[in-house]
């Protein structure tokens, strides 16, 4: 079974920039693209297949036809004909809200049916780019009611100017928020349960006030306070590098100028791969040979047991 490429889901916000539609080399008659959806299975938003024999297919009838040959044994046991991954591009030409996602047990006490653990790859952003990433002071929950009425929330949060490689890993409950000038990759939870706690007292087109779920967000948020937020690893040529692995996806991330042997024939899942620069070919076990260049992404199906990949490129590999 060949690698399969979807047809990004393209999403025009309030603070989007256009830096995905060049990144991406896109056709398209949307301004101010603020994320592409490069692998969708939430509702409404799914990624449709992009060619091949399942061309036209959205992901989840995919799943549904493939089962546990497209996501593994143990994925289609534990997630059914939903993929578990949703894989992200965003680009923030202004700020966006602060906000916070619920773990999967109080997503289910709300009424939804899972949380969101999310993690971040930051790529190419504008110099003096920032975003913020946990509390950096102890607050209260009557501190946090407090401090969003009277707008200040911002100086309990810990803010970080970034660059390329940049890495954050944010748990459920940990509040964030994404600043203008960064373009980043985002990795999930197939969920698009977000609270919203302050938005700068921003406007939309129609001149109203964007809506705000403080009172939901306090249900969810974690108090707890570390030194740093920012997930620190050594960069290495032509090797792997581990970034994250928590019990919703695993994350490394690969810079390489020389050809390289993936081997997955002990994994039993799918492999998404996020192409962050340059340009080159994977070559799976059966021989089918795909182009991947920045911009790409890929899903290689649990039934791929070896990839070869040349060129010189940087990318991300994520699985569960």
């Known amino acids: 079974m060949q690698p399969i490429r979807f047809i990004p889901f393209l999403k025009s916000t309030l603070w989007g920039g256009n830096r995905i539609i060049t990144f991406k080399n896109l056709e398209t008659q949307q301004e101010h693209v603020g994320e592409s959806w490069e692998i969708s299975g939430v509702d409404g938003c799914e990624t449709i297949v992009a060619d091949g024999p399942y061309q036209g297919m959205s992901l989840n009838q995919l799943v549904a036809t493939l089962k546990e040959k497209l996501v593994g044994k143990d994925n289609y046991e534990r997630f059914g004909n939903e993929f578990p991954l949703l894989i992200k591009f965003i680009d923030a030409h202004q700020d966006l809200s602060i906000q916070v996602h619920p773990d999967d047990e109080t997503a289910q006490r709300m009424g939804k049916p899972r949380g969101k653990t999310e993690m971040w790859y930051v790529m190419d952003s504008d110099p003096g780019a920032h975003l913020y990433s946990g509390l950096k002071q102890h607050i209260t929950p009557e501190d946090y009611e407090r401090m969003v009425a009277d707008d200040t929330i911002c100086d309990a949060l810990?803010?970080?100017?970034?660059?390329?490689?940049?890495?954050?890993?944010?748990?459920?409950?940990?509040?964030?928020?994404?600043?203008?000038?960064?373009?980043?990759?985002?990795?999930?939870?197939?969920?698009?349960?977000?609270?919203?706690?302050?938005?700068?007292?921003?406007?939309?087109?129609?001149?109203?006030?964007r809506q705000l779920h403080t009172r939901e967000a306090a249900e969810c948020i974690d108090y707890h306070v570390e030194p740093d937020y920012r997930t620190h690893y050594t960069p290495r040529r032509n090797e792997g590098v581990?970034?994250?692995?928590?019990?919703?996806?695993?994350?490394?991330?690969?810079?390489?100028?020389?050809?390289?042997?993936?081997?997955?024939?002990?994994?039993?899942?799918?492999?998404?791969?996020?192409?962050?620069?340059?340009?080159?070919?994977?070559?799976?076990?059966?021989?089918n040979s795909t182009p991947f260049a920045a911009g790409h992404t890929l899903l290689l199906p649990a039934t791929t047991t070896e990839i070869k990949i040349t060129g010189t490129l940087k990318f991300l590999e994520t699985y569960v």
């Open 158 to 209: 810990a803010k970080y100017e970034v660059g390329d490689g940049d890495v954050f890993y944010l748990p459920a409950g940990r509040i964030h928020a994404i600043g203008t000038g960064c373009f980043l990759a985002e990795i999930q939870e197939t969920s698009d349960v977000t609270y919203r706690i302050y938005d700068y007292r921003r406007r939309d087109k129609d001149g109203n006030y």
């Open 242 to 287: 581990q970034l994250i692995s928590c019990p919703y996806f695993t994350t490394a991330v690969y810079d390489l100028d020389e050809p390289m042997t993936l081997d997955y024939s002990e994994l039993d899942s799918f492999v998404v791969l996020i192409a962050l620069s340059g340009e080159g070919t994977v070559v799976d076990d059966e021989g």
